[in-house]
T-cell receptor, first 113, second 118 residues
Framework: KAGVTQTPRYLIKTRGQQVTLSCSPI?????VSWYQQTPGQGLQFLFE???????NKGNFPGRFSGRQFSNSRSEMNVSTLELGDSALYLC????????????FGPGTRLTVL | AQKITQTQPGMFVQEKEAVTLDCTYD???????LFWYKQPSSGEMIFLIY??????QNATEGRYSLNFQKARKSANLVISASQLGDSAMYFC???????????????FGQGTILTVHP
């Protein structure tokens, strides 16, 4: 069974630009969560989608948004990029049930110049 | 207040020996799940082991076991027979909630860097 895939793996943008990251969950998984990882703040939850609905949201500004499609693939978008948005963005998928483990993708490393 | 605390920024262990990575958590929710992940330098988060708050027995997965002490709110990871490939960052994480509103939200600790010496 294929794992969680994320594209692109690496991205370089400049301040003010916007970026879209993509995540394809494990087949059959309906929940997709996004996390931001930085050296200073560690791993922080961004949001979670289940059946195309945002089910949970972390404490991030409105510049961070996401969506989920009917095939469970998810995208996250960051508008008006700031230097502090440079991070590893990780996507995780799960069945969406209470006891389900979460499996992570390889991440997208975003650098904002 | 920190919900997940990993007090060991770095740990060293000799190859083939066992090592324990500490994790304490804080929650008032009776239903929660505890996870351990391994993150090698490549960045990918690798799921290791899961323990539910109502599980009666400690979870085990191969060389990994979770020493779950509910009253002390600790969920230490024990790696037996360490291998050089175990060198990585290890994260403890928790998911709270019985009502289904936080299935996908994990709260992570700051991590412990494990170095295995030959």
């Amino acid at each position: 069974k294929a794992g969680v895939t994320q594209t692109p793996r690496y991205l370089i943008k400049t301040r003010g630009q916007q970026v879209t990251l993509s995540c394809s969950p494990i087949s059959g998984h309906r929940s997709v969560s996004w996390y931001q990882q930085t050296p200073g703040q560690g791993l922080q939850f961004l949001f979670e989608y289940f059946s195309e609905t945002q089910r949970n949201k972390g404490n991030f500004p409105g510049r961070f948004s996401g969506r989920q499609f009917s095939n469970s693939r998810s995208e996250m978008n960051v508008s008006t990029l700031e230097l502090g948005d440079s991070a590893l963005y990780l996507c995780a998928s799960s069945l969406g049930l209470r006891s389900g483990e979460q499996f992570f993708g390889p991440g997208t490393r975003l650098t904002v110049l | 207040a920190q919900k997940i605390t990993q007090t060991q920024p770095g740990m060293f262990v000799q190859e083939k020996e066992a090592v324990t990575l500490d994790c304490t958590y804080d929650t008032s929710d009776p239903s929660y799940g505890l996870f351990w992940y391994k993150q090698p330098s490549s960045g990918e988060m690798i799921f290791l082991i899961y323990q539910g708050s109502y599980d009666q027995q400690n979870a085990t997965e191969g060389r990994y076991s979770l020493n779950f002490q509910k009253a002390r709110k600790s969920a230490n990871l024990v790696i037996s027979a360490s291998q050089l490939g175990d060198s990585a960052m290890y994260f403890c994480a928790m998911r709270e909630g019985a009502g289904g509103t936080s299935y996908g939200k994990l709260t992570f600790g700051q991590g412990t860097i494990l170095t295995v010496h030959p």
